[in-house]
């Protein structure tokens, strides 16, 4: 037997054994994939062990993200970090091999990965970004940024949508240095997969304009190993290899579905070790470290290569190595100073503020990206003078995503790690629940992604209740670790950046269609997410955010001139004030006998805020098809109908 197939039953058995000590996982992918994954490590994934964030580095992503344990094993084995004690402790709390791939807690995680497709559109986004600062740094015989982006995918990964938006979107991009490794074992959880799912993979690859490789046999390693190295080659498109595996390969299961996620009894590991020969899988021997040390000095070769490579490159290049140190360069932004006074003072609609901003900050961070599905006019959200980004253009600062809002979001998550900077991404508000999964894992992996929405109440008007949003902010502020931003002017959007650009977390602005009247609150005061905007002590307290700020202010006014003193506060973000000390918390909420929250939502979370005894003032009902002054009335969002249910409660 040669050392090659000696590496991969070991790879097998370990996998076995860490999920059956963890008495949970996929042992159906994990052996049966083996093949692909030990080929990846040892022939073509170029890694610096030492350095994580060694930026030339090769990107692997996991979108089957159930591997995991063949994932861990294979960078236990190749010497990537992983102790003994560690594969031991997989799936067990707090250790850093757990059951899915997660991004900050193990050094080599390049993505969160779990939810089925997302991890093929995180991988089409490192792709843009490789090709981002390819074209802008890269000249000849100096390939600084050359990497190539791995993705590993089953066969659930490419029946999802999000897959199918991010593949597309791929191939017209040329993304020629994005290799997908398929696990084509045509079994899913409930059976095969031919159940569901009667397509011709490689023709729809090739017609989505990817470069298609078929191996047939997924578990012989020169095949494998030389289909990754045709890929490698591909000028012009991006890379699909369907390698036909079996699932749970060797088991007594091997081929049925019944083998996904059940893991071997402690007898049949036994019987699985001794067909394969090994006794003990955490013991490498002698000739199989051999390997792993062969991989590490081709892969230190390779590196000594580029630092000499990158040497002359600074010294030959002054000006061109400049701008590089300046485009990866983390300098501390000051949102407040982005825009002059006379800008501010201005009665602007939050996606107009919002687009003047974005051209300033573009100006400050080279590498703040991103796009929009289909929608530049209506949301504004766009780099004036960044350019679009095509196969043709690589350095445009601008990506037009279509229609294709699940993917978008994936794809901005991937490009905000390989950048390590912020990007964006909009659509109307009330298609953030196409996105919902995106905002998610950016949250979960706590990565700066900024989702920015327009048309953020039912004031959108005509085009009726299905692009008015009134359920759309209590679910997004449902999300842990994300900053939900509804700004009332200008400046407030500001301020509501600069908490974002401090942060350094997701962020979702909801920003409005029509004109707002500029308030110009204190931006000490904005950091704070709530704060008090006019009024000290009274008999109603009005909290308030977006849109809906002016017209609480002009409620105050009414209520004051009929001798009932009132209170308003501004709320642009709930998460920021959460964060603050109690006493300033209870001290703002303490300022009216009567708390009011008014909001153009359907959100419950104002409970937290207003207590059972308060009046929560909001949209109960999906919108209506008509004008939005004309919806103000109907939904009694009008100065006059909020004073008047104000009055009866106080009555009471």
Not at 259 to 283: A, C, D, T
Not at 296 to 324: C, D, G, I
Not at 621 to 640: H, I, M, R
């Given at each position: 037997?040669?050392?090659?197939?000696?590496?991969?039953?070991?790879?097998?058995?370990?996998?076995?054994?860490?999920?059956?000590?963890?008495?949970?996982?996929?042992?159906?992918?994990?052996?049966?994939?083996?093949?692909?994954?030990?080929?990846?490590?040892?022939?073509?994934?170029?890694?610096?062990?030492?350095?994580?964030?060694?930026?030339?580095?090769?990107?692997?992503?996991?979108?089957?993200?159930?591997?995991?344990?063949?994932?861990?094993?294979?960078?236990?084995?190749?010497?990537?970090?992983?102790?003994?004690?560690?594969?031991?402790?997989?799936?067990?709390?707090?250790?850093?091999?757990?059951?899915?791939?997660?991004?900050?807690?193990?050094?080599?995680?390049?993505?969160?990965?779990?939810?089925?497709?997302?991890?093929?559109?995180?991988?089409?986004?490192?792709?843009?970004?490789?090709?981002?600062?390819?074209?802008?740094?890269?000249?000849?015989?100096?390939?600084?940024?050359?990497?190539?982006?791995?993705?590993?995918?089953?066969?659930?990964?490419?029946?999802?949508?999000?897959?199918?938006?991010?593949?597309?979107?791929?191939?017209?991009?040329?993304?020629?240095?994005?290799?997908?490794?398929?696990?084509?074992?045509?079994?899913?959880?409930?059976?095969?997969?031919?159940?569901?799912?009667?397509?011709?993979?490689?023709?729809?690859?090739?017609?989505?304009?990817?470069?298609?490789?078929?191996?047939?046999?997924?578990?012989?390693?020169?095949?494998?190993?030389?289909?990754?190295?045709?890929?490698?080659?591909?000028?012009?498109?991006?890379?699909?290899?369907?390698?036909?595996?079996?699932?749970?390969?060797?088991?007594?299961?091997?081929?049925?579905?019944?083998?996904?996620?059940?893991?071997?009894?402690?007898?049949?590991?036994?019987?699985?070790?001794?067909?394969?020969?090994?006794?003990?899988?955490?013991?490498?021997?002698?000739?199989?470290?051999?390997?792993?040390?062969?991989?590490?000095?081709?892969?230190?070769?390779?590196?000594?290569?580029?630092?000499?490579?990158?040497?002359?490159?600074?010294?030959?290049?002054p000006e061109l190595y400049k701008?590089?140190?300046?485009?990866?360069?983390?300098?501390?932004?000051?949102?407040?100073?982005?825009?002059?006074?006379?800008?501010?003072?201005?009665?602007?609609?939050?996606r107009d503020a919002n687009e003047?901003?974005?051209?300033?900050?573009?100006?400050?961070?080279?590498?703040?990206?991103?796009?929009?599905?289909?929608?530049?006019?209506?949301?504004?959200?766009?780099?004036?003078?960044?350019?679009?980004?095509?196969?043709?253009?690589?350095?445009?600062?601008?990506?037009?995503?279509?229609?294709?809002?699940?993917?978008?979001?994936?794809?901005?998550?991937?490009?905000?790690?390989?950048?390590?900077?912020?990007?964006?991404?909009?659509?109307?508000?009330?298609?953030?629940?196409?996105?919902?999964?995106?905002?998610?894992?950016?949250?979960?992996?706590?990565?700066?992604?900024?989702?920015?929405?327009?048309?953020?109440?039912?004031?959108?008007?005509?085009?009726?209740?299905?692009?008015?949003?009134?359920?759309?902010?209590?679910?997004?502020?449902?999300?842990?670790?994300?900053?939900?931003?509804?700004?009332?002017?200008?400046?407030?959007?500001?301020?509501?950046?600069?908490?974002?650009?401090?942060?350094?977390?997701?962020?979702?602005?909801?920003?409005?269609?029509?004109?707002?009247?500029?308030?110009?609150?204190?931006?000490?005061?904005?950091?704070?997410?709530?704060?008090?905007?006019?009024?000290?002590?009274?008999?109603?307290?009005?909290?308030?955010?977006?849109?809906?700020?002016?017209?609480?202010?002009?409620?105050?006014?009414?209520?004051?001139?009929?001798?009932?003193?009132?209170?308003?506060?501004?709320?642009?973000?709930?998460?920021?004030?959460?964060?603050?000390?109690?006493?300033?918390?209870?001290?703002?909420?303490?300022?009216?006998?009567?708390?009011?929250s008014l909001e153009a939502s359907?959100?419950?979370?104002?409970?937290?805020?207003?207590?059972?005894?308060?009046?929560?003032?909001?949209?109960?009902?999906?919108?209506?098809?008509?004008?939005?002054?004309?919806?103000?009335?109907?939904?009694?969002?009008?100065?006059?109908?909020?004073?008047?249910?104000?009055?009866?409660?106080?009555?009471?």
């Amino acid at each position: 037997m040669n050392v090659n197939q000696k590496c991969i039953n070991q790879l097998r058995c370990l996998s076995a054994e860490i999920i059956t000590n963890a008495k949970s996982g996929h042992p159906g992918v994990a052996l049966g994939a083996t093949t692909i994954m030990y080929a990846l490590f040892k022939d073509h994934y170029f890694y610096d062990v030492k350095d994580h964030n060694f930026m030339a580095r090769d990107r692997l992503v996991l979108s089957a993200g159930h591997a995991s344990a063949l994932y861990y094993s294979a960078a236990y084995m190749f010497n990537f970090g992983l102790t003994e004690n560690d594969l031991k402790n997989f799936r067990k709390l707090n250790s850093i091999t757990p059951g899915h791939p997660e991004y900050g807690v193990t050094n080599f995680v390049e993505v969160s990965t779990g939810p089925l497709g997302q991890g093929i559109a995180n991988a089409v986004g490192m792709a843009i970004g490789q090709t981002m600062v390819a074209s802008r740094f890269n000249i000849n015989k100096y390939p600084v940024f050359d990497n190539y982006t791995y993705c590993f995918a089953g066969d659930g990964c490419l029946m999802e949508g999000v897959a199918q938006e991010a593949i597309s979107l791929a191939g017209t991009l040329k993304l020629n240095k994005l290799i997908l490794l398929y696990d084509y074992n045509n079994i899913t959880i409930d059976g095969k997969a031919e159940m569901a799912n009667s397509e011709n993979v490689a023709k729809k690859f090739r017609a989505m304009n990817w470069n298609v490789i078929t191996v047939n046999n997924g578990n012989n390693y020169f095949f494998v190993t030389n289909a990754i190295a045709r890929a490698k080659k591909s000028k012009n498109k991006p890379t699909v290899i369907i390698f036909k595996t079996q699932i749970g390969y060797g088991t007594q299961n091997a081929g049925k579905n019944t083998i996904h996620g059940k893991p071997l009894s402690v007898e049949e590991l036994n019987e699985y070790k001794q067909k394969f020969g090994i006794e003990n899988p955490y013991l490498l021997t002698k000739e199989i470290k051999d390997v792993a040390y062969k991989t590490l000095q081709r892969n230190n070769l390779q590196l000594e290569k580029w630092n000499n490579m990158f040497a002359v490159y600074k010294t030959s290049n002054p000006e061109l190595y400049k701008q590089l140190n300046a485009f990866v360069e983390n300098k501390s932004i000051d949102a407040t100073k982005l825009l002059k006074d006379d800008v501010i003072a201005q009665n602007l609609s939050g996606r107009d503020a919002n687009e003047l901003i974005l051209k300033e900050l573009s100006s400050k961070m080279p590498r703040l990206c991103g796009g929009n599905a289909d929608l530049v006019p209506s949301t504004k959200v766009y780099i004036k003078e960044g350019g679009d980004y095509s196969a043709q253009n690589r350095r445009g600062k601008n990506i037009h995503f279509g229609i294709r809002e699940h993917a978008m979001g994936a794809v901005c998550n991937g490009l905000t790690i390989y950048l390590n900077n912020p990007t964006f991404c909009s659509t109307f508000l009330a298609f953030s629940n196409y996105m919902i999964p995106p905002i998610r894992m950016s949250a979960l992996m706590n990565i700066p992604t900024l989702f920015m929405y327009s048309h953020d109440s039912y004031k959108v008007g005509e085009d009726g209740p299905t692009h008015q949003c009134v359920d759309q902010l209590g679910q997004l502020r449902l999300i842990p670790n994300l900053n939900v931003f509804r700004p009332c002017d200008t400046k407030e959007l500001l301020g509501c950046y600069n908490i974002a650009l401090k942060d350094k977390k997701p962020c979702v602005f909801a920003l409005t269609k029509q004109n707002l009247t500029n308030i110009s609150a204190d931006y000490t005061e904005i950091q704070k997410g709530g704060y008090i905007l006019a009024g000290d002590f009274g008999e109603v307290e009005i909290l308030a955010t977006g849109s809906e700020v002016e017209l609480a202010l002009k409620v105050k006014n009414i209520l004051d001139g009929q001798d009932i003193k009132t209170v308003v506060c501004s709320f642009p973000c709930l998460e920021k004030f959460d964060a603050q000390a109690k006493e300033y918390q209870d001290d703002v909420l303490s300022r009216g006998k009567l708390l009011v929250s008014l909001e153009a939502s359907n959100d419950n979370i104002w409970y937290k805020y207003i207590g059972k005894d308060g009046l929560k003032l909001s949209i109960e009902d999906f919108g209506k098809s008509a004008n939005g002054s004309v919806l103000d009335d109907y939904f009694g969002f009008v100065p006059t109908g909020i004073v008047n249910k104000i009055k009866k409660i106080l009555k009471n």
